[in-house]
């Protein structure tokens, strides 16, 4: 499954990491991502792996 924000399409990032001594190596960001019951308009759940920040979002528009 990719890490992926299934509302705000949120993925993964590219950068460095930069030692003391300006040494630098390729590394990830990744989304942080939580796997949320959604309740659908019909009355059905459904599990969606979601941003923490979209989460945050939806709770404050709610």
């Known amino acids: 499954m990719a890490r992926k ?7 993964p990032m590219t950068g460095n990491n930069v030692s003391h001594a300006k040494n630098r190596t390729k590394r990830r960001f990744l989304p ?3 796997t949320v019951r959604v309740t659908l308009e019909d009355g059905t759940t459904k599990k969606l792996r979601i941003a923490a920040s979209e989460l945050r979002t939806l709770k404050k528009d709610s």
């Open 5 to 11: 924000c299934a509302i705000s399409g949120k993925g």
């Open 32 to 34: 942080n991502l939580r």
